[in-house]
């Protein structure tokens, strides 16, 4: 059976958009793409722009991301070599998303931080209780 003909479902665990799904969720990747939007940025700026992350962990996931072709790699010769990574369009078609969700979360902080309170009192509560 061919199944590049069935319809893409994020849901099944063979589907290869469950692997794409993964990786615009990764929290570095999705940063990444953000930082990105405002043009070409070198490594170490990017490190910068996102912050705490590894040099090892930055570069799996800019790997992960030209591979998927969210992102473009160009390397100029000159002494020392400079890198820039930038967004491709598909990378820029995922701007809207990311930021769709990033408004979420920004605008709901407040509410799951409460959340998680009662949850946590409720369970030391528990807890006490034996």
């Known amino acids: 059976m061919d199944t ?18 993964q990786r615009i969720g990764d929290k570095w990747a999705s940063l990444v793409v953000q930082v990105l939007a405002e043009g070409p940025v070198r490594f170490s700026e990017l ?14 996931t800019l790997r992960s991301l ?3 072709g969210l992102i473009k790699r160009t ?4 002494v020392p070599p400079r890198v820039d990574y930038e967004l491709t369009a598909l990378g820029a078609s995922l ?4 930021k769709q969700l990033r408004q979420w979360a920004e605008d709901h902080v ?10 946590d009192d409720a369970r030391d509560e528990a807890v006490l209780r034996g």
């Open 110 to 119: 407040p509410s799951i931080l409460e959340a998680r309170d009662v949850y």
């Open 4 to 21: 590049s003909k069935l319809p893409a479902n994020v849901l099944d665990p063979d589907c290869p958009s469950r692997v794409i799904f």
């Open 47 to 60: 490190r910068k722009m996102v912050h705490v992350v590894t040099p090892k962990v930055l570069t799996q």
């Open 66 to 68: 030209e591979r998927d």
């Open 95 to 98: 701007l809207g998303p990311l």
């Open 75 to 78: 390397v100029y010769a000159q």
